[in-house]
């Protein structure tokens, strides 16, 4: 069982920097594929990013050069840096993690969600 909680929204000019964490609680945390997606108003979920449990990472093309996906095992903790933000990054962000060996990019493989965190982009 893994628990997650989003954190580090808000509101943020166009061209700035915000950084999401997302705790993780449970064992299996270490081993986990854990990844970012993102859903703005009356659009589909989008995946923003993903890391594997030894650190290959994955990228969205709309975000790549931009954001960069990190992880800390020893603090069950999974970051995501986005920088020069645009108004169309703006969206709920959504943590989940993914217990398997395998590589994950769509968001019906996992199996536990945040709650979200809002990040508002003005122009």
């Known amino acids: 069982q893994v628990q997650l909680v989003e954190s580090g929204g808000g509101l943020v000019q166009a061209g700035g920097s915000l950084r999401l964490s997302c705790a993780a609680s449970?064992?299996?945390?270490?081993?986990?594929?854990m990844a970012w997606f993102r859903q703005a108003p009356e659009q589909e979920r989008e995946f923003v990013a993903a890391?594997?449990?030894?650190?290959?990472?994955y990228y969205g093309d709309s975000v790549k050069g931009r954001f960069t996906i990190s992880r800390d095992n020893a603090k069950n903790a999974v970051y995501l840096q986005m920088n020069s933000l645009k108004p169309e990054d703006t969206a709920v962000y959504y943590c989940?993690?993914?217990?398997?060996?395998?590589?994950?990019?769509?968001?019906?493989?996992?199996?536990?969600w945040g709650q979200g965190t809002q990040v508002t982009v003005s122009s």
């Open positions: 890391i594997s449990w030894i650190g290959l990472t």
């Open positions: 989940a993690a993914k217990l398997g060996s395998g590589t994950y990019l769509r968001g019906r493989e996992y199996d536990y």
């Open positions: 449970g064992r299996t945390f270490s081993s986990s594929f």
